[in-house]
């Protein structure tokens, strides 16, 4: 045999093993965390923005479930609107003097912004969709509803 196609082999061998083992791990197949964007569109977003699903009531950014509710009627499913939201996040208009139509960069990033997208994209639109109700009374809707949890306990 050749000298080369002995340093080939091993490289190869190296290269399949390599994709194996990157498949076998799982590598980018994490699915965002819904419960945690929640969180971050309270603490981050809401302020700004309407979403029934998180109680907020933010009125200087469009309102998303008004935004989402046509698409969604006419088949528009979660993944395109997580799509749509997570490219308006990392690639929001540019600043103007009208806040109402540009939005800070970086509100979110990396797997915030993951997170945040999904989210969005799972409730935006939904009809009747309400903040989830907890038990403990108005003390702990009240906790619920303002993403208290992403920093207390």
Sequence with gaps: MPKSLNLIRPLVLLAALGVIVAAGS????????????????????GVCHQLAEAGSKGQIGPDLDAAFA????????SDTIEGI?????????????NSAVSMPA????????DAVAA????????????PPKVPGGPGAQVFANNGCGGCRG
């Design 70 to 77: 046509a698409g969604r009627a006419v088949g528009m499913d």
């Design 119 to 130: 989210y969005v994209g799972k409730y935006a639109g939904v009809p009747g969709a309400a």
């Design 26 to 45: 799982g590598c980018g197949t994490s699915s965002p965390d819904v419960t945690r964007g929640r969180v971050l569109f309270i603490q981050r977003c």
């Design 106 to 113: 970086d509100v979110v990033t990396g797997n915030d912004l």
């Design 85 to 97: 939201v997570a490219a308006q996040i990392e690639y929001p208009r540019p600043r103007t003097a």
